[in-house]
């Protein structure tokens, strides 16, 4: 029997799943640990290490070891993100042939897309090995918020991990899918999902065995890792001028503080008080190694943390009033992503829901189990099998094309349910006009520059005539896994051109088949 693994690609850790003899199981690695570190270590002669191995290599191999890598996919070299993650990393980002954020490590340049695919094949072979047969088709989630770019690049990664990407699905859709199998229930239900890397909210009218989701909001660029920065950020403010810029020069002190404030944090989650010790990160008055002690209370980091917890009910807020919902309207409260766990962070959301979060769902392998029970009834559809529940998502962000003034008309909004087409008609803005430039845009501003500019075609061979007499229809078509696809038409002579959108940090089909791992030797 050919399987579908479910795949939750997360910035911190990674899930695998399958949907096997009714239920779903988490797939563990040989020392039995059900996530999987997203961290990709490459040795000199290009030897790769993957998830809990690669993982301890940070501290010994920093230069060479990829972390959260998921933050920069499908973004430009030129955005804030990338700058920020500049400043957080110890590894190279270097700009690609499309201005695209890549990793330098020794002497080779490797894309975002093919970092995540080493994380994918990881994945794959763990899968492969628990079932004993091969494993060719995958589910993999996304954050609700991802752009286009952002979730080709995901796509493009499965292929070059030799994985046919069935669908990819929004991560609080999967949970919520996992969460509501077979209960038959009847309510509004809120998933605050706060992973690694990026936080998402999303609320989902749940019906049966339908799954509608009627809004969704995010931040791709809130999460644990900025957590942790604001722990760090507290620890280097307690050392002595001369020590933090020690420091600061060596991106082996500054990955040791942040382990050690990953650690803090997990410590606090159960504990009142911890004590943060960095190994061999200052010097003595003899020039010997010494450790950085201190003493980290949950009160403190509660206070460290607070504005990014604030940031995350903002996004609630705006997911709730973009459907008119009240937070008691909400029945029902899933808590996704390792975050989560955090004592103020559950707190904080019964406080603003007014409700107790639901229990009895792991936060940290929902998502993957969500995706495993969609990629089986992925899987049964093909074979002409009826599928037991409905998953209806949504595109998270407005649509349109650029007009005349540099500004936005929309065509499709935000929160519309997928898959979606829509077409509107446009005309031509000056007499004689013999060609047009069609630039698609994302985003919830009327002015084109402040919006993601997604791609833009040209279609040609219009005839000449008064401005306003030549009528252009441009189509919208939003598939099921939120990619887009864009046409324009001259209504009178039938001339059109179309674009799959691939924005500038796209890969061609071409970039993609030469980099598939079973074409090359490894």
Known sequence: MAYAIGVDLGTSNSVVSIFRDGKPFVIA?????????????????????????????????????????????????????????????????????????????????????????????????????????????????????????????????????????????????????????????????????????????????????VFEVVSTAGDTFLGGDDFDNAVVEHLLSLLKPDELASVLRSPLSRLKFKRAAEEAKKKLSGSEETEVVVDAVLKDERGGDQDFVCRLTRLQYNQLIFPLVKRTFEVCDEALNAVSLEPDDITAVVLVGGMSRSPIIKEAVENYFGRPVEQG????????????????????????????????????????????????????????????????????????????????????????????????????????????????????????NGIVNVTAEDESSGQGSSIRLEASTGMSEEEVEDLKFDSLDF
């Open 361 to 480: 769902v792991n936060p940290d392998e929902v998502v993957g189990v969500g995706a495993a029970i969609q990629a089986s009834n992925l899987m049964g559809a093909l074979s002409g099998k009826m599928s037991n529940s409905l998953l209806i998502d949504v595109t998270p962000q407005s649509l349109g094309v650029a007009t005349v003034g540099g500004f936005v008309e929309r065509l499709i909004e935000r929160n519309s349910a997928i898959p979606i087409g829509k077409t509107k008609v446009f005309t031509t803005s000056v007499d004689d006009q013999v060609e047009v430039k069609i630039e698609v845009f994302q985003g919830e501003s009327r002015m084109a520059m402040d919006n993601e500019k997604l791609g833009e075609f040209v279609l040609e061979g219009l005839r000449p005539a008064i401005r306003g007499n030549v009528r252009i229809a441009v189509s919208f078509d939003i598939d099921a």
């Open 29 to 209: 690695d040989e020392e039995g640990n059900r996530t999987h570190p997203s961290v990709v270590s490459f040795g000199h002669g290009q030897s790769v290490v993957v998830g809990n191995k690669a993982s301890k290599q940070m501290v010994y191999n920093p230069h060479g070891t990829v972390f959260s890598a998921k933050r920069l996919i499908g973004r430009e070299m030129e955005s804030a993100e990338v700058d920020r993650a500049k400043s957080m990393v110890p590894y190279a980002i270097v700009e690609g042939d499309r201005h695209d954020p890549r990793i330098q490590v020794h002497d080779r340049v490797y894309s975002l897309q093919e970092i995540s695919a080493h994380v994918l094949r990881y994945l794959k072979q763990l899968a492969e090995s628990y079932l004993g047969e091969p494993v060719l088709h995958a589910v993999v989630t996304v954050p609700a918020y991802f752009n286009d770019s952002q979730r080709q690049a995901t796509r493009d990664a499965g292929t070059i991990a030799g994985l046919e990407v069935l669908r990819i699905v929004n991560e609080p859709t999967a949970a919520a899918l996992a969460y509501g199998l077979g209960q038959a229930k009847n309510e509004h239900v809120a998933v605050y999902d706060l992973g690694g890397g990026t936080f998402d909210v999303s609320v989902l009218r749940i019906m049966g065995d």
